[in-house]
C-alpha cells in the first residue's frame, strides 16, 4: 500500500468531522489530534519494528521488550490508584507472564527465536496483562468494600490477612481473567482478531494465520492468569495495615 | 508482620486493663474523639456489664479489645500485654467478640462454625454441641447461614466466636433479636461457663434487666467517657454520679412507659 493511497483513507476522518460538525459534538479537535498521533507513533515504531528485525540482536529485542512492559506497568500502576503502588508490582506481575508465557514458547521452539516473531507476540501478552492488572486493582478495591463485612468478621475470628481477603482475591482474579475468556469464546464468530486480520490482508494463507493466532490467544489466556495470580499476591496485603485491619 | 509462636499469658490477674484509653477520629472537620481517657480493669472470670446510650462508644471500646480498632492514646493490656504487642491471630482467638451486626460467612451454618478451627488449624469442633449450647436445633447445621433468621443469626454467630475458646468474650448486643426466653438460655450458657472455664465476660447491652442479672461489674459509658464504674449491685441499688443516677431514671421511666414485653 503507498502512502499516496493510505492518504485517502484520511477521507474517512474528514467525514467523522464533518458529522461531529454537524451535530455539534466538538470532537473534531480530539480527532485530529487523535488521527495525528496515531499516524505519527505508528510510522515511528515501524520504522524501530525495521530497525529492530534488522538487526536481529537479541539484547537490542529484550530491551524493547522491556520498555513495552514498563509503560504498559506506568498505565496499569496510574488506574491502580494506590493499591499496587505506582510501579514494580504491576511491573512484577506483567513481566513474570511475559517472561512465563514467552519463555515457554521459546523453549518449546514454538516460534523462532526472532525479533519479527518476539516483538509482536510479546505485544499481545503485554498489552492483554495491562488490561487484566487494571481490571484486578479496580475489582479488588471494589470486592473489598462491597464484602467489608465479611472481611471483619474473619478478622476477628483471627484470621490473618491473607485467609481474610482469599473470596475477595478470588473475585477480582475471576473478574479480570473474565474479558479474556469471553473474547475467545467468540473469537472468529464475532470478529476477527486483528493480527490475523492484518496477516490475511498482508498476504498470509489464512490457515497459517489462523494456527498463529490460536498460539496467541491460548498465550494471552495464560497470561492474563499469571498477571492476576501474581498480582493477587503482591496486592492483597495492602488491603491492610500492620494491625491486620482492613483499610480500604 | 506478626508472627505466630504460642505465647504463654503473662502472670497477669487483670484481664483486660485500660489505661487512659482513647480513640479519636479524623473527619472532614478535624479530629473527633469518640472515647476520651478510659481506665479501668477487669479480673479474670469476671463479667463487666457496659451499658449507655446509643453512640455512647460502647462498641468502640469493645473493639480496643482485640485491636480491631487502635487505641489512638493510652494502651489497652490484655493479660497484662499491650494488645499491639500481641501477635494478632493468638489475641484475636483468645478475646472473642462478637459483632453488634452479626454477620454470616458464606456457606452453611456447619461451614461458619468450621472457620475458626480453619483458620487457626485447630481441631474441628463439634457444630452440634456448640448449636445447643446458644439454644438452637442442630437441624440448621445444613442450612445456608444467609437465610436464618436474626435471631438465629446472632446466636450462629456467638456459637462461632465460642468455636475458638476464647478466654475473653466481648458481646456486643449479642441478645437484641431475642426473645426473654433464648435470651436467658444465652445468659446462663456464658455465666456457666464463666464458673466452669473461668471466662471473662464484657457483655455490652441496652437491656437494663439484662445488664443487672449478668453482670458482677458495670460501667456506664457516656458520649465517649466511662462516667461511672462499680460493682453491678451497687451501681443499680447507689449510683454514685449524676450522670448515672440521671440515666437509671430516664432508662425507667422509658421502660415503663414501653410497658412490659
Ligand atoms: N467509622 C466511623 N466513622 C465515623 N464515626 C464513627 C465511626 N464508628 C463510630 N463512629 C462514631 O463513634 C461514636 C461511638 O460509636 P459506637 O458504635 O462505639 O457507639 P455505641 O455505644 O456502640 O452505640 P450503639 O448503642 O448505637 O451501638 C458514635 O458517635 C459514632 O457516630
Ligand atoms: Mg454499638
Redesign the pocket.
Given at each position: 500500500m503507498s502512502l499516496w493511497t493510505l492518504a485517502l483513507t484520511l477521507a474517512f476522518v474528514v467525514a467523522a468531522m464533518l458529522v461531529s460538525l454537524w451535530q455539534r459534538l466538538g470532537l473534531e479537535k480530539d480527532m485530529v489530534v487523535a488521527t495525528i498521533r496515531a499516524t505519527v507513533q505508528l510510522l515511528v515504531i515501524g520504522y524501530v519494528l525495521k530497525f529492530v528485525f534488522h538487526m536481529d540482536n537479541f539484547a537490542l529485542t529484550a530491551a524493547m521488550v522491556a520498555l513495552m512492559t514498563c509503560v504498559a506497568a506506568d498505565n496499569a500502576g496510574r488506574r491502580g490508584r494506590g493499591l499496587a503502588g505506582r510501579f514494580w508490582r504491576p511491573f512484577a506481575a506483567i513481566a513474570a507472564a511475559e517472561v512465563l508465557a514467552q519463555g515457554f514458547l521459546l523453549a518449546v521452539h514454538v516460534i523462532p527465536g526472532r525479533p519479527s516473531y518476539i516483538i509482536p507476540i510479546s505485544g499481545m501478552i503485554i498489552g492483554n496483562s495491562m488490561v487484566a492488572c487494571g481490571l484486578f486493582l479496580n475489582r479488588l478495591r471494589d470486592e473489598a468494600r462491597t464484602r467489608n463485612a465479611e472481611v471483619w468478621a474473619l478478622l476477628a475470628l483471627g484470621a490473618n490477612p491473607k485467609q481474610a481477603s482469599r473470596a475477595v482475591v478470588k473475585a477480582a482474579t475471576k473478574a479480570s481473567m473474565i474479558p479474556t475468556i469471553d473474547s475467545a469464546k467468540t473469537m472468529g464468530l464475532v470478529q476477527l482478531p486483528g493480527m490475523m486480520t492484518g496477516q490475511i490482508i498482508a498476504g498470509a494463507d489464512p490457515i497459517q494465520a489462523v494456527r498463529y493466532q490460536l498460539l496467541i490467544v491460548f498465550a494471552i489466556i495464560a497470561s492474563a492468569a499469571i498477571t492476576s495470580i501474581v498480582l493477587g499476591f503482591l496486592t492483597y496485603p495492602r488491603l491492610f495495615n500492620r494491625f491486620w485491619q482492613l483499610v480500604v | 508482620m506478626p508472627h505466630a509462636p504460642a505465647v504463654k499469658p503473662e502472670p497477669s490477674p487483670w484481664a483486660i486493663e485500660f489505661r487512659d484509653a482513647g480513640?479519636v477520629?479524623t473527619?472532614e472537620d478535624g479530629p473527633?474523639s469518640?472515647?476520651t481517657e478510659v481506665s479501668g480493669r477487669l479480673a479474670r472470670g469476671r463479667v463487666l456489664t457496659l451499658i449507655?446510650?446509643?453512640?455512647?462508644?460502647?462498641?468502640?471500646?469493645?473493639?480496643l479489645c482485640n485491636l480491631l480498632q487502635t487505641p489512638d492514646v493510652g494502651e489497652v493490656f490484655v493479660w497484662g500485654r499491650e494488645v499491639r504487642s500481641w501477635p494478632l491471630a493468638e489475641l484475636r482467638r483468645r478475646v472473642g467478640l462478637v459483632m453488634?451486626q452479626p454477620v454470616m460467612l458464606p456457606g452453611t451454618v456447619a461451614d461458619n462454625l468450621a472457620v475458626p478451627s480453619r483458620l487457626h488449624g485447630r481441631p474441628q469442633a463439634d457444630g452440634h454441641r456448640l448449636l445447643q449450647q446458644v439454644g438452637l436445633d442442630p437441624s440448621i447445621l445444613q442450612r445456608p447461614a444467609e437465610e436464618l433468621s436474626g435471631g438465629q443469626k446472632q446466636r450462629v454467630a456467638l456459637a462461632r466466636t465460642l468455636a475458638n475458646e476464647p478466654d475473653i468474650l466481648l458481646v456486643?448486643?449479642g441478645t437484641s433479636a431475642l426473645d426473654r426466653e433464648s435470651a436467658g438460655v444465652i445468659e446462663r450458657h456464658v455465666r456457666c461457663l464463666v464458673t466452669s472455664r473461668c471466662l471473662t465476660v464484657v457483655w455490652?447491652t441496652?437491656d437494663l434487666e439484662q445488664a443487672r442479672r449478668v453482670g458482677d461489674e458495670t460501667w456506664l459509658?457516656d458520649n465517649?467517657r466511662v462516667v461511672e464504674q462499680g460493682t453491678t449491685e451497687a451501681f443499680f441499688e447507689a449510683p454514685q454520679t449524676e450522670a448515672a443516677k440521671r440515666f437509671l431514671r430516664t432508662a425507667e421511666r422509658g421502660q415503663a412507659g414501653a410497658g412490659r414485653r
Amino acid at each position: 500500500m503507498s502512502l499516496w493511497t493510505l492518504a485517502l483513507t484520511l477521507a474517512f476522518v474528514v467525514a467523522a468531522m464533518l458529522v461531529s460538525l454537524w451535530q455539534r459534538l466538538g470532537l473534531e479537535k480530539d480527532m485530529v489530534v487523535a488521527t495525528i498521533r496515531a499516524t505519527v507513533q505508528l510510522l515511528v515504531i515501524g520504522y524501530v519494528l525495521k530497525f529492530v528485525f534488522h538487526m536481529d540482536n537479541f539484547a537490542l529485542t529484550a530491551a524493547m521488550v522491556a520498555l513495552m512492559t514498563c509503560v504498559a506497568a506506568d498505565n496499569a500502576g496510574r488506574r491502580g490508584r494506590g493499591l499496587a503502588g505506582r510501579f514494580w508490582r504491576p511491573f512484577a506481575a506483567i513481566a513474570a507472564a511475559e517472561v512465563l508465557a514467552q519463555g515457554f514458547l521459546l523453549a518449546v521452539h514454538v516460534i523462532p527465536g526472532r525479533p519479527s516473531y518476539i516483538i509482536p507476540i510479546s505485544g499481545m501478552i503485554i498489552g492483554n496483562s495491562m488490561v487484566a492488572c487494571g481490571l484486578f486493582l479496580n475489582r479488588l478495591r471494589d470486592e473489598a468494600r462491597t464484602r467489608n463485612a465479611e472481611v471483619w468478621a474473619l478478622l476477628a475470628l483471627g484470621a490473618n490477612p491473607k485467609q481474610a481477603s482469599r473470596a475477595v482475591v478470588k473475585a477480582a482474579t475471576k473478574a479480570s481473567m473474565i474479558p479474556t475468556i469471553d473474547s475467545a469464546k467468540t473469537m472468529g464468530l464475532v470478529q476477527l482478531p486483528g493480527m490475523m486480520t492484518g496477516q490475511i490482508i498482508a498476504g498470509a494463507d489464512p490457515i497459517q494465520a489462523v494456527r498463529y493466532q490460536l498460539l496467541i490467544v491460548f498465550a494471552i489466556i495464560a497470561s492474563a492468569a499469571i498477571t492476576s495470580i501474581v498480582l493477587g499476591f503482591l496486592t492483597y496485603p495492602r488491603l491492610f495495615n500492620r494491625f491486620w485491619q482492613l483499610v480500604v | 508482620m506478626p508472627h505466630a509462636p504460642a505465647v504463654k499469658p503473662e502472670p497477669s490477674p487483670w484481664a483486660i486493663e485500660f489505661r487512659d484509653a482513647g480513640r479519636v477520629l479524623t473527619s472532614e472537620d478535624g479530629p473527633k474523639s469518640i472515647l476520651t481517657e478510659v481506665s479501668g480493669r477487669l479480673a479474670r472470670g469476671r463479667v463487666l456489664t457496659l451499658i449507655g446510650p446509643s453512640g455512647a462508644g460502647k462498641s468502640t471500646l469493645l473493639s480496643l479489645c482485640n485491636l480491631l480498632q487502635t487505641p489512638d492514646v493510652g494502651e489497652v493490656f490484655v493479660w497484662g500485654r499491650e494488645v499491639r504487642s500481641w501477635p494478632l491471630a493468638e489475641l484475636r482467638r483468645r478475646v472473642g467478640l462478637v459483632m453488634q451486626q452479626p454477620v454470616m460467612l458464606p456457606g452453611t451454618v456447619a461451614d461458619n462454625l468450621a472457620v475458626p478451627s480453619r483458620l487457626h488449624g485447630r481441631p474441628q469442633a463439634d457444630g452440634h454441641r456448640l448449636l445447643q449450647q446458644v439454644g438452637l436445633d442442630p437441624s440448621i447445621l445444613q442450612r445456608p447461614a444467609e437465610e436464618l433468621s436474626g435471631g438465629q443469626k446472632q446466636r450462629v454467630a456467638l456459637a462461632r466466636t465460642l468455636a475458638n475458646e476464647p478466654d475473653i468474650l466481648l458481646v456486643d448486643e449479642g441478645t437484641s433479636a431475642l426473645d426473654r426466653e433464648s435470651a436467658g438460655v444465652i445468659e446462663r450458657h456464658v455465666r456457666c461457663l464463666v464458673t466452669s472455664r473461668c471466662l471473662t465476660v464484657v457483655w455490652v447491652t441496652h437491656d437494663l434487666e439484662q445488664a443487672r442479672r449478668v453482670g458482677d461489674e458495670t460501667w456506664l459509658i457516656d458520649n465517649g467517657r466511662v462516667v461511672e464504674q462499680g460493682t453491678t449491685e451497687a451501681f443499680f441499688e447507689a449510683p454514685q454520679t449524676e450522670a448515672a443516677k440521671r440515666f437509671l431514671r430516664t432508662a425507667e421511666r422509658g421502660q415503663a412507659g414501653a410497658g412490659r414485653r
